[in-house]
C-alpha cells in the first residue's frame, strides 16, 4: 500500500460477512467503483473511521451505558435485531 509518500506494512485479518454483504460488495467492485474487495473494505473502514465523531449524542450515550453492563456491539446489535424482530411481529398482529 502506499499512503501519502510512504510504504505502510499491511497486516492480513480474517472477517465473517453475510452473503447478502459480499453480494453488495462484489456488486460495487463489479461496478468498477472498487479496484477489488480489499479496495472496497479499506474504503468502509476510513469511511467509518472518519464519521465516528459523527455519531449522535444519544447513540454515544447508548454505546457508554453498554459498556457499563458489560456488553459488547455485537450484544447491541443483537438485542436491537430481536426488538426490530418483535415490533414487526406485534405490528403484523396489529393488521390482522
Known amino acids: 500500500m502506499y499512503y501519502k509518500g510512504m510504504t505502510m506494512k499491511e ?3 480474517t472477517i ?3 452473503k447478502w454483504d459480499i453480494q453488495r460488495m462484489n456488486d460495487a467492485v463489479d461496478r468498477g467503483f472498487f479496484t477489488n474487495r480489499s479496495d472496497f473494505i479499506r474504503a468502509a473502514i476510513r ?5 465516528i465523531d459523527d455519531v449522535p449524542p444519544v447513540v454515544a ?3 457508554e451505558k453498554a459498556k457499563k453492563m458489560g456488553l459488547t456491539l455485537k450484544d447491541v446489535e443483537r438485542f436491537s435485531r430481536e426488538a426490530r424482530h418483535e415490533l414487526h411481529s406485534q405490528s403484523k398482529k396489529r393488521l390482522k
Open 11 to 13: 497486516d492480513v485479518i
Open 16 to 18: 465473517r460477512l453475510s
Open 47 to 51: 469511511k467509518m473511521a472518519d464519521n
Open 61 to 63: 450515550e447508548a454505546i
